[in-house]
């Protein structure tokens, strides 16, 4: 099979000048574009892969408190009839566990101290089908007995407040009652049955979880606020939500997971997008630097284009040999680039220790941030859309020095050779 000339031309000029002198200058300035190309995609990808890795453990560590789906009746009443509400969600395919809760705002005292907390009725033998945290802690919810008062609290917050197992604190309802002396605020004295830590710092620094019948009490309700779902794809959370409001019976209200933190997810995904087109410059840079590259060459190789023109090729030959040798360097730049930002992505939790320990430093200190190990996580929806970008960017660089290499006078070329 014979390769098209204007190919085997293109890739020749593409290696020429490392074994000589003459356009030597060229071929650094080449090397330099595909090495800036290499370094702009393996930056994409790293620090892509850097931001997916932080959103998916912060998503993990919020989903091990917040479950999939929430149906709870308007204005934080008692579900009409939970026991239809909870059969009806289970016929849905995607759910895989159902779990009754109930939700309120209260303040937690102990002495002088005193701290708002969200208080989560909990039924502790269906807690685990719903959050991970549940089931890892299912020996300390346990001893959530009804009747009991007891209460498991976040770490942070025991931490707050001085407080350890077995130890007394104070549930003030923000509803109070009504007596002879005004508007009286409900106190019940609460029992520390233990803590749990989800490394979240929102919920561990707030949520208080007691035995939802204890909180129906408490809150005067007659009975769960809401019950909470377990889907086999979170990713489907908004899909199903959908589904359920127009298969379950009664006025409620559907939450997914996405909504409870929508803000924040809402700007992790735009930071997202800035690093891509701020990083995707830096490739757009090193691309453009072959239009200084192959002017150079066009320049170089004017008395090579008057001959190939004189043998009869055409302004489109000519330009098909410039543009692929700017697309060589633009395909292998872009290849490198891919190969070295996946092997440092994929192994971002040995080389970061390493340079930690030859640096004699943390990066992420325990005391300081949420996760103390970088994490990482190369997707190909943002790795496929870099590397054709890259290719593109590339491409486009070639097109005018291209066309200004078929527009040589074979004549004026060759007059002074």
Known sequence: ?????????????????RATRRNGFISFISGVSMLGIALGVAALIIVLSVMNGFQKEVRDRMLSVVSHIEIFAPGGAALPDMARTMAEARQNPQVVGVAPFVAAQALLARGEDMKGALVRGIDPAHEGEVTELAAASSETLARLVPGE????????????????VGDVVTLIAPAGQVTPAGVVPRLKQMTVAGTFDSGHYEYDSALVMLHHEDAQRIFRLEGPTGI???????????????????????????????????????????????????LTLIVAVAAFNLVSTLVMSVQDKRADIAILRTLGSSPRSIMGIFVVQGAMVGVIGTLAGL???????????VIVPAIERLLGASF???????????????????IVPIGLISLLLSFVATLYPSWHASRVNPAEALRYE
């Open 228 to 278: 909470r779902l377990k889907l086999h794809d979170l990713h489907q959370a908004r899909s199903v939500a959908q589904a359920l409001a127009g298969t379950l019976s009664g006025e409620l209200w559907i939450r997914d997971w996405s909504q409870q933190n929508k803000t924040w997810f809402a700007a992790v995904q735009m930071e997202k997008r800035m690093m891509f087109i701020i």
């Open 339 to 349: 190969l070295l930002g996946l092997g440092i992505a994929f192994n971002i939790d």
């Open 364 to 382: 992420l200190p325990k005391d300081v941030y949420l996760i103390s190990q970088m994490p990482s996580n190369p997707q190909a929806g943002d």
């Open 149 to 164: 008062f007891r209460v498991v609290l976040g770490v942070e917050l025991a931490r707050s407040l001085g407080v350890g």
């Open 1 to 17: 099979m014979q390769i098209p000339y204007e190919l085997a031309l293109g890739w020749r000029y593409t290696r020429a000048g």
